[in-house]
């Protein structure tokens, strides 16, 4: 998910605050570059405090599992802390990661009221602070709180838009240009200036960015070995430094510009 040309950006402000607050995803859409907004933000803190005494408190840890591909669903998840995966498997075992979610977002649908089965994972990237709504309990508090009800479908109708550029990227992206996007928006993310370099911490390895752009993980190693050599980034652990912006935005394509930093 990259914006093409952020009018706002400041280095100073790509901290883990800023960063908390977007998603991270697949997609070309720059409407979709802000992330989704926070499902209670448009309740009164009256409205807060009564939808979270209704919810169940979940701590979960890095790398657990919070929901199955064809389990039943079960509610929602609202993400307090913490980082997301959600991903979808195929029969022969190959991931492709959906997004991350951050702070403010829920996780758990589209079957949100309960019914029907999983149709991808979720696992938690970082330790992480959930408050479950079962359906039962969410029916009841949507009928209550109109405003809750307009961030549940607005929550969904965005998770709808991401899923389908993502369809649309796969579909229609090579995957040397899905790399180049998903970099793109990374620096847009998380990046921060220093010198004339964009330095990107975003604790994802190279099976993480496989599971994103459609690749293997040898794949990735070699791409990001081939852009070192090209003088475009440096890439050490979870650690990329980006010498060349404008040429990563070349290697995207399309009429879209690389972020503005």
Known sequence: MVSAKPSHYSPKTASGARAASRSVLLAENEKLAG???????????REQKEVLAQGVRRVIRRRQMLFAQGTPHDGI?????????VFYTAPSGREITLAYW??????????????????????AVTDCSLVH???????RLVLQIPN????????????GKCYSALAQMLGTRSITERLAQLLLHLADSYGVREHDDIVVSAALTHADIAH???????????????????????S?????????????GSLRGGAQAAPDF
């Open 35 to 45: 992330g989704p907004v926070p499902l209670l933000q448009e309740l009164n803190e």
């Open 102 to 123: 951050h702070q403010g977002n829920f996780v758990g649908g589209p079957e949100v009221f309960g019914s029907g089965l999983h149709l991808w994972s979720g696992a």
């Open 236 to 248: 050490v652990k979870s650690k990329i430094v980006i010498h060349r912006l404008d040429e990563l």
């Open 212 to 234: 994103m752009v459609g690749a293997t993980r040898q794949w990735v190693t070699m791409s990001l070995k081939r852009l070192e050599e090209q003088g475009i980034l440096t």
């Open 133 to 139: 709504f079962p359906g039962k309990v969410l029916r």
């Open 77 to 85: 998840y609202l993400i307090q802390s913490g980082r997301m995966r």
């Open 148 to 159: 809750l009800a307009i961030g549940v479908i607005e929550g969904l109708a965005f998770k």
